[in-house]
């Protein structure tokens, strides 16, 4: 006791971003376990995190099969519209941009607690419109058009739950484990989409006997809603412990440090004019009585002068307290070191995700090489062999990848993991653009496993506003994708599309090398003491001036 009495008195005189290293100490004790070994307090947290990015895939890739059923629903077995096709399969990406923005500012601006749970709220009340589409009563073209509006909606769910869930993992995790708890919640986005694969396969040999055996292909109206509604178990299950979980320790003591930081560059900078006028004062002294009159006018309206233009440039050390202001946001990354990063993760989520969404909410493509497209056979047929291509594609590249992530990113580092997964993928993109019409089916099984691997065992591995608009770039190459496949693919052919593909994963390598390695950093203490930094050059400033 004596000695950790005697550890803590000195804490007493600490400045606040002494005092912040020393309660991150505490945060961060080493239990001496693996960084993928994880404690019930953590398990718990990933599984109301987690849950989020588990929606996400799910609603996200459940429109695949889902675009199928409605081909027999709406439209007697022929192809969808393409444009209304691809506005449907986009409307979730383009609902997830303004997710992404507007949930990550938001949980800068209001903090975690106030935020968190919302988003899944809206994701509820989107999946519950959207199984509501009048099928029966609408034409085919506006059951699409009422589908989409309300994916979008949905997409603005599903957005938020990037940046929220990230940043509420992140805030809790310590730190030589934070890449391996956000590896894992990312993981849930391979569960999710092999769960929308097999529910669907369950949910098609539910209805075996009436669709196959008595020929009611309208059934499959009740098929694409049961699918879409077994969403709703895990979000309503997950929505208590969302909204009641408290604000994390690390989130409030960042906040304690930047008011306590606040207060104190108040402080220095009144004592810094409270001197500088005294001297100037002095100084009119030296001369007549009139003209002393006249500088002491001046020196008031001067210091009036000078508190205005304090209070109008508002250094960041005053700044922090408005956390996700969006004039400190800008002046933030005005500078080139924090501008750069900004610019690698959003160009490289952008570019990957041209390339992943783009191969994956086009899965058609791909199952018709190896087999699983349904182009034959019964409508019941069709659809169970395409769910079976789709659980065969995820269960062969998704899941390994994530967990491969998991095992190894406290270890390789984000950056090599990233580099070597956007090339690995590259190279498979090529060898399937270069042999689309040669390979034999086992090949392409491989090789397309190989692919899905590598994205997911590296590019698709903080602050939230920052995150939200990095994610929301990447909803933007999304977006581009699932609009543009289909008639790319028609025009130019898809052996082009993967060269395309394959170019943008090069281009993500190169954009990599913006980003530093942050393997064991704290996003919270390097900016501390870039605030830190800035006063103390600030205030040598002053000095010198005098």
Request: proline residues 3%; glycine residues 10%; hydrophobic residues 45%.
């Amino acid at each position: 006791m004596a000695e950790q009495t005697n550890e803590l008195k000195p804490t007493k005189s600490l400045t606040p971003s002494a005092r912040y290293r020393a309660d991150l100490e505490h945060f961060e004790r080493h239990d001496g376990r693996a960084a993928y070994h994880l404690n019930m307090a953590e398990i718990k947290l990933l599984g109301i995190t987690g849950v989020g990015f588990f929606l996400d895939a799910y609603d996200l890739f459940i429109i695949n099969p889902v675009a199928t059923m409605l081909q027999y629903r709406l439209y007697e077995g022929n192809h969808l519209p393409t444009n209304l096709e691809g506005f449907m399969k986009a409307g979730a990406n383009i609902g997830s941009v303004v997710g992404q923005f507007a949930f990550g500012y938001a949980a800068d601006s209001l903090g975690r607690k106030a935020v968190y749970g919302k988003e899944l709220m809206l994701i509820i009340l989107a999946t519950i419109l959207t199984l509501t589409t009048p099928t029966g009563t609408l034409s085919p073209d506006s059951c699409l058009i009422y589908l989409g509006v309300f994916r979008i909606l949905l997409g603005i769910g599903v957005g938020g739950d990037y940046p929220m869930s990230a940043s509420v993992t992140s805030d809790r995790a310590n730190i030589r484990k934070r890449g391996t708890m956000l590896a894992y919640i990312f993981a849930n986005q391979g569960w999710g989409s092999f769960a929308g694969s097999l529910a669907t396969i369950i949910v098609l040999l539910c209805y075996k006997s009436s669709m196959e055996g008595r020929g009611e292909t309208s059934k499959v109206d009740g098929v694409w809603r049961i699918i879409v509604g077994i969403s709703l178990v895990p979000a309503f299950g997950t929505l208590y412990q969302r909204l009641t979980l408290p604000e994390s320790t690390r989130y409030l003591s960042a906040q304690k440090h930047k008011e306590a930081m606040e207060a104190e560059a108040t402080d220095e900078i009144s004592q810094l004019k409270k001197a500088q006028a005294e001297e100037e004062i002095k100084m009119a002294n030296l001369s007549g009585a009139k003209k002393d009159e006249s500088v002491t006018t001046e020196t008031r309206k001067g210091s009036e002068t000078s508190s205005d233009i304090e209070n109008t440039e508002e250094d960041p050390e005053v700044l922090v307290k408005k956390s996700a202001h969006f004039k400190e946001f800008f002046d933030y990354f005005s500078e080139w070191r924090h501008a750069k990063l900004l610019i690698g993760t959003s160009v490289c989520w952008f570019l990957l995700d041209i390339a992943f969404y783009g191969i994956n909410l086009n899965q058609n493509v791909v199952l018709q090489q190896i087999g699983f497209d349904g182009s034959s056979g019964t409508p019941w047929n069709r659809l169970f062999k395409i769910s079976t291509g789709g659980i065969i594609i995820t269960a062969l590249g998704f899941v390994p990848g994530y967990y491969v992530s998991v095992l190894t990113i406290e270890v390789l580092g984000r950056k090599w993991i990233q580099v070597q997964g956007f090339l690995l993928a590259a190279l498979f993109l090529g060898i399937l653009a270069g042999c689309f019409e040669t390979l034999s089916k086992v090949s392409f099984i491989v090789c397309f496993a190989f692919l899905q691997f590598f994205f997911n065992f590296g590019a698709n591995t903080f602050k939230a506003s920052a995150h939200g608009m990095s994610a929301a770039a990447g909803k933007a190459g999304a977006i581009i994708s699932a609009l543009a496949f289909n008639s790319l693919s028609k025009s130019i052919g898809t052996p082009a599309c993967l060269w395309i593909f394959m170019g943008c994963c090069i281009a993500g390598a190169g954009f990599t090398f913006l980003l530093p390695e942050v393997k064991g950093r704290d996003a919270d203490l390097i900016y501390a003491e870039e605030l830190r930094a800035k006063k103390e050059a600030k205030a040598k400033a002053n000095q010198a001036k005098q």
